[in-house]
């Protein structure tokens, strides 16, 4: 139960920072945040308390799931190229304008 | 030890919040991914754990730091206001220092200040790079500090160029 509640609070901590930080990066380090809940919660949900590692070795059943893992491992993998491509298109935007704030950047595009 | 990890990785989140120097924003990201591959390693995932500890605390940071290190500015001041340098950009001065950062993929920010003091002046305003105008021969000089990696390409430039000199200064050296 306090995990759940560690997950609920991650995921409104991560839309709260991605909504009102005025800087870009800041704003990518929280949707990785976002990530890391979403994966963390997947895990949780499928964990039988008395678990095992899911290698055949004649444990009585309790096993863990094995396939939201695999899923898992490649959220992870996306979430990073998600994050690479954000961090390039940053750097595209300040050579382009000179700022990564928000509001400014919003301020040009109203200007155009 | 659910808890202990809980706890530590609200914190962080809460310092991550109320942080807005980029850098320290990425070393407060990576200490919370390694906490997050810990509850992973928990919950019976080591495969998501050991994927975790390598792209959240090794290459994510990388590119983080990577994408902050192109987002400099090259920060010029200028002594001189006359037709080799003022405010048009198609002054030749302002052409070569432009076309000097452009190609190092820096934004270039001109500043122009008759009574700036030199002393100091690279540190108190973050400048890379002074223009000033010598008394003896009319020549301009253009001021880097021996710190900047930089300064070996701007000296090979400037080189070519026979109303230009280049010297090196040391950050607070007096100098005038």
């Given amino acids: 139960m306090p995990m759940l509640t560690l997950i609920l609070l991650m995921i409104g901590l991560g839309i709260y920072g991605m909504a009102t930080s005025r800087h870009l990066i800041k704003s990518v380090i929280f949707l990785n945040v976002l990530e890391a809940s979403v994966i963390l919660f997947f ?7 008395p678990g095992a590692v899911p290698i055949l070795n004649g444990n009585n059943g309790a096993y863990v799931d094995p396939l939201p893992q695999a899923l898992m491992i490649t959220a992870i993998v ?11 298109m940053s750097i595209k935007l300040y050579h382009q304008y000179g700022t990564l704030d928000w509001k400014t950047l919003l301020e040009v595009e109203d200007r155009q | 030890m659910d808890l202990l990890l809980s706890i530590l990785i609200l914190t962080l989140i809460i310092a991550m919040l109320r942080e807005n120097d980029s850098l320290r924003l990425v070393v407060y ?7 997050m591959s810990a509850l992973y390693f928990l919950y019976h995932a080591y495969d998501v754990a050991l994927a975790e500890i390598a792209i959240g605390s090794a290459i994510l940071p990388l590119i983080f730091i990577i994408a902050i290190g192109k987002q400099k500015t090259f920060v010029v001041i200028s002594r001189v206001k006359d037709d080799f340098m003022n405010e ?6 302002q052409t070569l220092l ?3 950062a452009h190609r190092y993929g820096l934004k270039t920010e001109i500043h122009f200040e008759g009574q700036t003091r030199l002393k100091g002046a690279f540190r108190r305003r973050n400048a890379d790079l002074m223009v000033i105008k010598s008394r003896r021969d009319g020549k301009y000089i253009f001021l880097m500090k021996s710190s900047s990696v930089l300064h070996y390409k701007m000296q090979r430039i400037v080189e070519g160029h026979r109303n230009l000199r280049f010297e090196v200064v040391e950050e607070d050296q007096i100098y005038d």
Avoid: H, W, Y
């Fill in chain 1, 43 to 49: 895990l949780r949900l499928f964990t039988s308390d």
């Fill in chain 1, 78 to 88: 996306i979430g990073a190229s998600v994050t690479a491509l954000t961090l390039m």
């Fill in chain 2, 29 to 35: 990201f990576t200490g919370f991914s390694l906490l």
């Fill in chain 2, 88 to 93: 048009e950009e198609n002054s030749p001065g």
């Fill in chain 2, 98 to 100: 432009r076309g000097f």
